[in-house]
């Protein structure tokens, strides 16, 4: 097997990457449409709740992924209220850059720099306040 060589500025890569991505993508979410992670023996624990007894901040993703695949919206706000927000954003944006490559006249989306590390900052606080008495309201049903 040999492996494609692309000149520099070639998309071809990028593009392969891209169709890896929605290939593994839809397959996974394939599996959890038909496999519910509320039962017992598909999917494994998550490591930090069964060690710590505390929730990540990733705890009820999947959960509330598999609701969203369902159509219930409210279930999956109740197991991770940002996960409905990241698949919205992710829709947006990805629909944003399709009619961009139909509309060359539309700007190109620029995020800025800060943004990154203030999202992992502020994912950080949510898995602290999770865990936190009183804030129960986000933490996974």
């Given at each position: 097997?040999?492996?494609?060589?692309?000149?520099?500025?070639?998309?071809?890569?990028?593009?392969?990457?891209?169709?890896?991505?929605?290939?593994?993508?839809?397959?996974?979410?394939?599996?959890?449409?038909?496999?519910?992670?509320?039962?017992?023996?598909?999917?494994?624990?998550?490591?930090?709740?069964?060690?710590?007894?505390?929730?990540?901040?990733?705890?009820?993703g999947?959960?509330?992924?598999?609701?969203?695949?369902?159509?219930?919206?409210?279930?999956?706000?109740?197991?991770?209220?940002?996960?409905?927000?990241?698949?919205?954003?992710?829709?947006?944006?990805?629909?944003?850059?399709?009619?961009?490559?139909?509309?060359?006249?539309?700007?190109a989306?620029?995020?800025?720099?800060?943004?990154?590390?203030?999202?992992?900052?502020?994912?950080?606080?949510?898995?602290v306040?999770?865990?936190?008495?009183g804030?129960?309201?986000?933490?996974?049903?």
């Amino acid at each position: 097997m040999t492996a494609i060589r692309t000149a520099p500025g070639d998309r071809t890569s990028t593009r392969w990457w891209a169709v890896a991505g929605a290939a593994a993508g839809t397959g996974g979410l394939a599996w959890l449409l038909t496999h519910d992670p509320n039962a017992p023996g598909h999917y494994p624990a998550c490591f930090l709740l069964s060690t710590t007894g505390y929730y990540c901040p990733a705890c009820g993703g999947t959960r509330a992924t598999y609701d969203l695949l369902h159509g219930d919206v409210g279930g999956a706000f109740a197991r991770h209220p940002l996960v409905p927000l990241l698949y919205l954003g992710l829709v947006l944006g990805l629909g944003y850059r399709w009619l961009r490559r139909r509309h060359e006249r539309l700007p190109a989306l620029r995020v800025p720099t800060w943004v990154y590390p203030a999202a992992g900052v502020a994912l950080l606080v949510f898995g602290v306040l999770r865990n936190v008495p009183g804030w129960e309201f986000i933490s996974p049903a």
